[in-house]
T-cell receptor, first 110, second 115 residues
């Protein structure tokens, strides 16, 4: 069945460094790739998304890249801050279903 | 204004009891979902409804029964609660039918603990 693999499961960086989270999807019909941030005690919140007709998208300190041929997509956070600490989920959607990755717990050390 | 609100936020109950979780969205979205998040943070889709019609029904025990009285509400009733039902349950909504092509808006979750 459809699957989204996400790596790493845990990521610890120093404040100011960059963080990269990578995902791979299996369903070639997927055409929508959102990223969600989940803070403690809250639900996941959309932070950025990309569609299959675009290879890269940037919004201030965050950027996403998509390689449809390889079925890879990545989240890049630059100049990390302590408030970036959270669990991040990638997802792949198309048609009726969105499949989520297992999540990456990001720690940003001050 | 809370876009997706679910109640209660915490639910502690005994094994074997029946309980309900309610969800309402004021975004005017057509599709609503229930997800289960386990202790390892894995998000698993349970159900989705589009305009009161069941769209997705994953492999979930039939002790779980969703009900959508209108497109702004999706409730989850759980019968005969078991220890393994302990988790955080999230309600979400999206504009499109099925939610594969649009962002989903999540509530803050209901933490269910079975004693």
């Amino acid at each position: 069945g459809e699957n989204v693999e996400q790596h790493p499961s845990t990521l610890s960086v120093q404040e100011g460094d960059s963080a990269v989270i990578k995902c791979t999807y299996s369903d070639s019909a997927s055409n929508y790739f959102p990223w969600y941030k989940q803070e403690l005690g809250k639900g996941p919140q959309l932070i950025i998304d990309i569609r299959s007709n675009v290879g890269e998208k940037k919004d201030q300190r965050i950027a996403v890249t998509l390689n449809k041929t390889a079925k890879h997509f990545s989240l890049h956070i630059t100049e990390t801050q302590p408030e970036d600490s959270a669990v991040y989920f990638c997802a792949a959607g198309g048609g009726f279903k969105t499949i989520f990755g297992a999540g990456t717990r990001l720690f940003v050390k001050a | 204004d809370t876009a997706v609100s679910q109640t209660p936020k915490y639910l502690v109950t005994q094994m074997g009891n029946d309980k309900s979780i309610k969800c309402e969205q004021n975004l005017g979205h057509d599709t609503m979902y229930w997800y289960k998040q386990d202790s390892k943070k894995f998000l698993k889709i349970m159900f989705s409804y589009n305009n009161k019609e069941l769209i997705i029904n994953e492999t979930v025990p039939n002790r779980f029964s969703p009900k959508s009285p209108d497109k702004a509400h999706l409730n989850l009733h759980i019968n005969s609660l078991e220890l393994g039902d302990s988790a955080v349950y999230f309600c979400a909504s999206s504009q499109d039918k099925g939610g594969g092509n649009q962002p989903q808006h999540f509530g803050d979750g209901t933490r269910l603990s079975i004693l």
